[in-house]
């Protein structure tokens, strides 16, 4: 079992910056791949960002160049960094997590608000 909790919601103003933490515990070492993934009201959840492959990343269309996905291994966590944050960035931002099995695990969420 992988346990993921988010941190680092909040309300901020467009333009603006927020940065995301997903700490990983239980049997991280089954882990195979993290991301971050979001729902706004009345929409269906949608990918965000993650590692594809080892360090690799992808992003969605609509954040790239703006969301940075990283970690930081030695405190199984990983890191999304937003900024130039849109109106429509809004929503609950939640982490992923895949094991070798194939098994998503999901953390609690986080709401990120984007005033105009």
């Known amino acids: 079992q992988v346990q993921l909790v988010e941190s680092g919601g909040g309300l901020v103003q467009a333009g603006g910056s927020l940065r995301l933490s997903c700490a990983a515990s239980?049997?991280?070492?089954?882990?195979?791949?993290m991301g971050w993934y979001r729902q706004a009201p009345g929409k269906q959840r949608e990918w965000v960002a993650r590692?594809?492959?080892?360090?690799?990343?992808d992003y969605a269309v609509s954040v790239k160049g703006r969301f940075t996905i990283s970690r930081l291994d030695a405190k199984n966590t990983v890191y999304l960094r937003m900024s130039s944050l849109k109106p429509e960035d809004t929503a609950v931002y939640y982490c992923?997590?895949?094991?070798?099995?194939?098994?998503?695990?999901w953390g609690q969420g986080t709401q990120v608000t984007v005033s105009s």
């Open positions: 992923n997590a895949v094991d070798r099995d194939d098994r998503a695990y």
């Open positions: 239980g049997s991280i070492f089954s882990i195979n791949t």
């Open positions: 590692f594809s492959s080892g360090s690799d990343t």
